[in-house]
């Protein structure tokens, strides 16, 4: 971030759950085809899936989890810091595919361990299958 003002100190507004809710969906009116996000980390994650659920042809982010199927509970856990209710279904329906990447110990310290299609919500719990 490039500074300014006083004596050159970069002055870094407070962010709030609502301005990133904002900052989520005025992110999605720039980019026509596709919504990009980043990295969800908080409450903005409700704004990504009313975004991802109004008929955007695709769209991506990045989040923190130790499994496939962890994302999914981690979106649940994002949402529910800004939603009394969580919407396994438009959870469901938002996210269509989950690329696990982990850690390994030799170069290039990643890999690709998982690619899973999110099929639907069902019996409680999220209907994943093997991406081909």
Request: aromatic share 2%; proline share 3%.
């Amino acid at each position: 971030m490039s500074g300014g003002g006083q004596g050159g100190v970069a002055h870094q507004k407070h962010r709030t759950t609502r301005d990133h809710d904002r900052s989520a969906t005025h992110d999605a009116s720039l980019a026509a085809g596709s919504i990009i996000i980043g990295e969800v980390r908080g409450g903005e994650a409700l704004a990504m899936l009313k975004a991802w659920n109004t008929g955007h042809p695709g769209g991506v982010a990045t989040i923190h989890a130790n499994s496939a199927s962890d994302a999914l509970r981690r979106v649940e856990d994002l949402v529910g810091e800004s939603s009394h209710t969580i919407p396994t279904r438009s959870i469901a329906s938002a996210i269509n595919l989950i690329m696990h990447i982990e850690r390994i110990p030799t170069a290039p310290g990643r890999r690709v361990s998982r690619i899973v299609e999110v099929t639907g919500y069902g019996n409680d719990d999220y209907l994943l299958r093997e991406a081909r």
